[in-house]
Structures are given as C-alpha cells and as structure tokens.
C-alpha cells in the first residue's frame, strides 16, 4: 500500500461544507440511510490485492471506467468530454503497466506546505469533487478500507496523485 497523503483534516472540513451546499446529491433509491447520501458499490468481485493483472484490467474496463466517466462528466461536462483508462494512468500507461500513482497527474503536497495552501485556495470545486465524489467512489469501486487520518491507511488521494516534491 502506498502511503497516504496528510492533507485530510483540511479536506474533512471543506468535505462538510461541500456536503451541506449540495443538497442535490440526494438520492432516491436511498431513502433509508437518510445520512448517507451517496450511492453505494459492490466493489470487485474477489479481493482487489489477490486479482491478476488481467482481472483488474476487465475490471476497470467493465465497472470502474464507465462509473467514474459518470461522475466526472457529471461534476464537468466540458472538461471530461474524452475520459479514459489515460484520463486517470496518463498516456503513456501501457508502457508504465498501469501502475498507479499516475506521476503525470497533478502533485499533491503536505498539509500547511505554501503549495498545498494554494490549492485549497484555488482549486476548491475539483477539491470537493474529488474528496465527496471520486475517494468515495472509487474506494468502494476496489473494495478498499475508507482513509483513516489517524492511521493514515485507507484509500487516499495518493492512490492516484504523485506527491509533490519540495
Ligand atoms: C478513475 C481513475 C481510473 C480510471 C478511469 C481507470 N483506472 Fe485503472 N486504476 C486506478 C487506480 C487508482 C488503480 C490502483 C488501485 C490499487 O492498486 O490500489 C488502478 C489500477 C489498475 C490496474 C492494476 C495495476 C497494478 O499495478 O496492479 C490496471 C491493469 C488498470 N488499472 C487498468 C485500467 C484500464 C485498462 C482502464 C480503462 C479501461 C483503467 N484502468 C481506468 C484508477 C483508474
Ligand atoms: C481515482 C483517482 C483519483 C483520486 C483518488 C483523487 N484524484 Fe484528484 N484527480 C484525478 C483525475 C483523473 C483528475 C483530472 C486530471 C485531468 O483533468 O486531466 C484529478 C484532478 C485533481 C485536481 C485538479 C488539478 C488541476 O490541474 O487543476 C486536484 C486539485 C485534485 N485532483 C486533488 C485531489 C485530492 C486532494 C484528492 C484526495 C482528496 C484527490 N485529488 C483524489 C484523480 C484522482
């Protein structure tokens, strides 16, 4: 497992106020977990560790690629017109074997860092995107633990973002 960044309490908190300004991501299939407003997955169909490369590769083509094309063409149409297998492995995935973190997509840095207080600044609607759609989501989609910011084990951010270096 890959470590994890440090970067939730911020997240946890623009995750609450994210939450309460999008009382449209009710659903109603839903109604008894009147607190839990997301829509749930299976997640895989045997454990995600113990799959062969073959298997997570159907596996993404089959369940994760088309649930997480949703979601971003949901959160922006425009910008996710063309998403892929490379829209999260980067171009050159084949080559790389589909390891995962992807290094070309953006750095995420350690909380408090300069850099890491820009992108909350900047860069609040994909962040709350990403911490109330795509964690979620995509952590249940591979049947992994929710991220823990005591024990800093669960699916994270880095799981697909390189870290910054400073
Ligand atoms: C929304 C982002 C996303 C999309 C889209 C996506 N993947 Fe993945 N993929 C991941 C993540 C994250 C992992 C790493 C999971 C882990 O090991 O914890 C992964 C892992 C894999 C692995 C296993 C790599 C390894 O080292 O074990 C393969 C193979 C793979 N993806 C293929 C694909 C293919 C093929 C597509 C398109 C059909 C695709 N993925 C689409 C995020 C994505
Ligand atoms: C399943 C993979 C995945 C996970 C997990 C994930 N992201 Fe992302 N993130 C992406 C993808 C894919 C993009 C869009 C890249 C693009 O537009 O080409 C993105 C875009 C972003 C951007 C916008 C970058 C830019 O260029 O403006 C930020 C900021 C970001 N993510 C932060 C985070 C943070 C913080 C977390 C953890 C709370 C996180 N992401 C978790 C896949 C992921």
């Known amino acids: ?14 995750s ?12 109603p299939e ?15 169909p045997k454990p995600w560790h113990a799959m062969e490369m073959s298997e997570k590769g159907q596996y993404m083509k089959d369940v994760v690629l088309p649930t997480m094309k949703r979601i971003f063409q949901q959160h922006d149409p425009q910008n996710y ?6 829209t999260c492995h980067g171009l050159d995935a084949r080559e ?12 995420l840095y350690p909380p408090g860092s300069p850099q890491q207080q820009q992108m909350v600044a900047e860069k609040k609607a994909t ?3 990403m911490v109330n759609e795509v964690i979620p989501t995509m952590q249940q989609l591979l049947g992994e633990e929710p ?3 005591m024990t800093k084990k669960g699916f ?9 270096v400073e």
């Open 1 to 14: 497992m890959k470590p994890a960044l440090l970067i939730l309490p911020a997240l946890l908190a623009l």
């Open 16 to 27: 609450a106020l994210a939450l309460a300004a999008c009382p449209s991501a009710a659903t």
């Open 30 to 44: 839903q109604p008894e977990h009147a607190e839990s407003v997301k829509p749930t997955y299976p997640g895989p």
């Open 81 to 86: 017109a063309d998403f892929g297998c490379d």
């Open 96 to 107: 790389r074997h589909f390891e995962m973190p992807n290094p070309g997509l953006y750095a």
């Open 127 to 129: 962040l709350a995107f």
């Open 147 to 149: 991220f823990d910011p």
């Open 156 to 164: 994270g951010c880095a799981e697909c973002h390189p870290h910054g």
